[in-house]
């Protein structure tokens, strides 16, 4: 069995969307004696890799503590879209023959570009493929940047149309390690009652055939 952990690092060094809450650890000063660490942790609900439940978009949408967890752990696909240029399209999406319920992951060129630096002209999913992932019902959406929609897009569907039908979204993937494929996903979002979103452990299984 390998693992593949695709979640990303959080420290000081962690980018942050412009304009959202920056990640800030530091040491809490008032700790018991026996203790030698205890940090202060200060952050924003959508800091590096995390899920945006319906709440997010819609003002009377579910919050991600009310998504069954069997939502973000089973089969899973990661699809490369490394040469899509833009966005993720619905042609994309056709030539890979996405079905309905299935866990979709896509790797973009961000994963290759890396997470060092935060640029404006990441790889989006396009308004018309979101309506198109939420007409045919996958169970779950994850992109390998901080947002599913396109940077400064007046079109909000990347995340109304797949939020509206109750599919959460994982965003800040690191897919840079991962080849195209099939595995088993565990996304385990932080248990916040209540709110709209919460950073994730997010690790890919590949279950290696006993066979071979
Ligand atoms: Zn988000």
Do not use: W
Not at 8 to 37: C, F, Q, R
Not at 146 to 171: A, M, W, Y
Request: glycine share 8%.
């Amino acid at each position: 069995m390998k693992i593949f952990d695709v979640s990303l690092p959080l420290n000081d060094k962690t980018v942050i969307y412009p304009g959202n809450v920056g990640l800030e650890i530091s040491a809490h000063h008032e700790m018991p004696e026996y203790a030698t660490h205890l940090s202060k942790i200060t952050m924003g609900s959508h800091t590096g890799t995390h899920v945006d439940a319906p709440r997010h978009a819609l003002p009377t949408g579910a919050s991600l503590d009310k998504i069954p967890l069997e939502t973000f752990v089973g089969p899973c696909r990661v699809l490369d879209f490394t040469k899509s240029v833009g966005s993720v399209s619905v042609e994309d999406l056709k030539r890979e023959k996405v079905k309905k319920t299935e866990r979709i992951l896509v790797k973009t060129q961000n994963s290759l570009r890396g997470f060092t630096t935060f640029y404006d002209d990441y790889v989006f999913l396009s308004g018309d493929a979101a309506d198109y992932l939420a007409e045919l019902g996958v169970a779950l959406f994850g992109i390998d940047y901080f947002s599913v929609k396109q940077r400064g897009s007046k079109d909000q569907r990347p995340h109304t149309s797949l939020l509206s039908k109750n599919i959460p979204i994982i965003e800040g993937l690191d897919l840079s390690q991962v080849p195209a494929g099939s595995y088993t996903l565990v996304c385990l979002p932080l248990k916040f009652t209540g709110i709209e979103g919460a950073p994730a452990r997010v690790v890919l299984i590949n279950a290696i055939d006993e066979n071979l």
